[in-house]
């Protein structure tokens, strides 16, 4: 997209997005962005909830960076720049449209502001990656079908003919959905993406995590590097006790085992994409425009399992690290029924 007719078509698609998510008259909107954000994503949705009727206002937020890695700590110091009335503002009304940068997401911030009724569209990808993405009712179907299967799931088996195999107990632990939209008060979700995940319980991963060339170390939401050799993760009690391998064996040691908190290296949270039109190699599709993270976490079969943070989803680790990794080729066994066979996904 590029010059007055793209804005034109993103200002339409912000509209039926926007639509999806109950907004039109008599609903408020505040769209959230700050000096390092994509404007026209911002600007867009301000637009579109015009379009529709709502009630609707902009907030510019200042740009903060984290001092240590991980987006919990982004978040953290976001809060302490904030205007003392922001919590207030976004308790007030229906819909919070975060166009910023690094997000509320993995803050206590976001949590309280859910908790007041506010649901929270995240709305951060490419518009090309907005375009192509755009909510499906066969990906919400998937995604509930998903979603139902991995419930209460006591015994999660990871496994692959590369070597891994991990158990997780995901017990009464809530199941998160995302279709790429919010309609229902106190919920989030982001716009281009199509998936499940869980914190299981802190100190029930027990196994061998095997990352393949091809998968992804998450450095960030949007940044990721791709493996280049096998890298071996052992997993006792819940946390990484040992890495072994290639390269990217130093990234996952520098991102969690070396963190000041030793929550860092405690699992997060686990799930599966669904969205068959999603791109695994969306990062170097992306490259330099800030995107591709929406892309490869909702790649239909495709895994994640994730460190760090998860208070977010239900969990119980508050240190201020997190990164994804993320899996091509694994199977998924939820207490014994197949829910991703070999990197494709099994539910119809």
Same mark, same amino acid.
């Given at each position: 997209m590029a010059g007055r007719d793209a804005v034109t078509e993103l200002v339409v698609l912000a509209r039926d997005e926007l639509a999806l998510c109950g907004v039109g008259p008599g609903q408020s909107v505040l769209v959230c962005s700050n000096p390092d954000s994509q404007v026209p994503l911002g600007d867009a949705c301000l637009t579109a909830a015009q379009l529709l009727g709502s009630d609707c206002a902009a907030l510019v937020l200042p740009s903060v960076s984290a001092q240590q890695p991980g987006e919990g700590e982004v978040t953290r110091a976001r809060r302490a720049a904030l205007p003392a009335q922001f919590a207030r503002w976004t308790a007030q009304v229906d819909l919070l449209v975060d166009a910023t940068s690094k997000g509320l997401l993995h803050s206590t911030l976001q949590q309280e502001i859910l908790a007041a009724g506010t649901r929270i569209l995240r709305v951060r990808e490419p518009a090309d990656c907005l375009a192509r993405l755009f909510p499906l009712a066969s990906v919400r179907k998937a995604v509930e079908q998903s979603a139902a299967v991995l419930e209460g799931t006591e015994d999660l088996v990871l496994t692959s003919d590369r070597g891994t195999e991990v158990h997780l107990s995901i017990g009464d632990r809530p199941v998160s959905l995302q279709f790429g939209?919010?309609?229902?008060?106190?919920?989030?979700?982001?716009? /281009?993406?199509?998936?499940?995940?869980?914190?299981?319980? @802190?100190?029930?991963?027990?196994?061998? =995590?095997? &990352?393949?060339?091809? %998968?992804?170390?998450?450095?960030?939401?949007?940044?990721?590097?791709?493996?280049?050799?096998?890298?071996?993760?052992?997993?006792?009690? /819940?946390?990484?006790?040992?890495?072994?391998?290639?390269? @990217?064996?130093?990234?996952?040691?520098? =991102?969690? &085992?070396?963190?000041? %908190?030793?929550g860092a290296r405690h699992t997060a949270h686990v799930g599966w994409g669904c969205d068959p039109r999603a791109d695994w190699y969306a990062l170097e599709r992306y490259r330099g425009m800030g995107g591709g993270g929406a892309d490869v976490r909702s790649v239909a079969g495709g895994v994640v399992l994730a460190f760090g943070a998860n208070e977010d989803l239900g969990g119980a680790n508050r240190t201020t690290a997190h990164a994804d990794l993320a899996l091509q080729g694994v199977s998924v066994r939820a207490d014994g029924v197949e829910a991703v066979r070999a990197g494709v996904l099994t539910l119809s």
């Open positions: 939209y919010t309609e229902q008060p106190g919920r989030w979700d982001q716009w /281009g993406t199509g998936l499940i995940a869980a914190a299981p319980i @802190e100190d029930s991963a027990e196994g061998t =995590l095997v &990352l393949w060339p091809g %998968d992804i170390v998450f450095l960030s939401a949007t940044i990721g590097r791709y493996v280049t050799a096998p890298v071996t993760l052992s997993l006792r009690g /819940g946390a990484i006790v040992a890495v072994e391998g290639g390269p @990217e064996r130093q990234v996952v040691e520098d =991102l969690l &085992l070396r963190h000041a %908190d030793p």
